[in-house]
């Protein structure tokens, strides 16, 4: 059962260009973490976002919480070859039971 | 500090034969998750660990699966028999505890079921 789903699915871009990584879900979310993936390697956190509304920046990525913990974004801006990589979308719902979201394959391009 | 252990790093074995991973938390997590990966899509959490006590099992295919936490410190996940629908990558992690810490994730141990 995947309750957070992502998409784009799959998304190929140009270096420079900027793009963004929906995270849905009809469920009500208490928290909510942005994963990143490399092959052959475990996820690594990038993000936390605990309040309805709350907006995060890491360098050239942007994290977004909805108002109504249902969903969020993440956005990158001037993408580069090392930002390759699977990104996940995952959270803790009100009843504490954790989902991964079904994964956005991200390649920029050099 | 050392991060997740977990072994074997990959497996292949013939359907219907048992198999087990082993996974190493980093010392003073008392949260530990079993995942299972496949190519290109979201981990499935299949059983969460608070100290010995399996809390969130749902997921877990207990006719063929199965895992342990003795001493609330390592971990082995079991399957048997395996089934080719089996074959995918199984990640272990572990966190302080749950909710909104940080899980840390070991490489994992892909399974291959021919």
């Known amino acids: 059962t995947q309750l957070l789903e992502q998409s784009p699915q799959f998304l190929s871009i140009q270096e420079g260009e900027n793009l963004t990584v929906y995270c849905n879900s009809s469920s009500v979310f208490s928290s909510l973490q942005w994963y990143r993936q490399e092959p052959g390697e475990g996820p690594v956190l990038l993000v936390t976002?605990?309040?309805?509304?709350e907006v995060k920046k890491l360098k050239r990525l942007t994290f977004q919480f909805g108002d109504a913990r249902k969903d969020s974004s993440l956005h990158i801006t001037a993408a580069q070859p090392g930002d390759t990589g699977l990104y996940l979308c995952a959270g803790w719902n009100t009843g504490n039971q954790f989902y991964f979201g079904t994964g956005t394959s991200l390649t920029v391009i050099p | 500090e050392a991060g997740v252990v977990q072994s074997p790093r990959y497996k292949i074995i013939e359907k219907k034969q048992p198999v087990a991973f082993w996974c190493n938390p980093i010392?003073?997590?008392?949260?530990l998750y079993w995942y299972r990966q496949n190519l290109g899509q979201g981990p499935e959490l299949l059983i969460r660990y608070e100290n010995e006590e399996a809390v969130d099992d749902s997921q877990l295919p207990k006719d063929r699966f199965s895992a342990e936490r003795l001493k609330g410190v390592d971990s082995t996940l079991k399957i048997q028999p395996a089934e080719l629908g089996d074959s995918a990558v199984y990640l272990c992690a572990s966190s302080l505890g749950y909710s909104s810490y940080e899980q840390y994730f070991g490489p994992g141990t892909r399974l291959t079921v021919t």
């Open positions: 010392s003073g997590h008392n949260t």
């Open positions: 976002v605990v309040t309805g509304g």
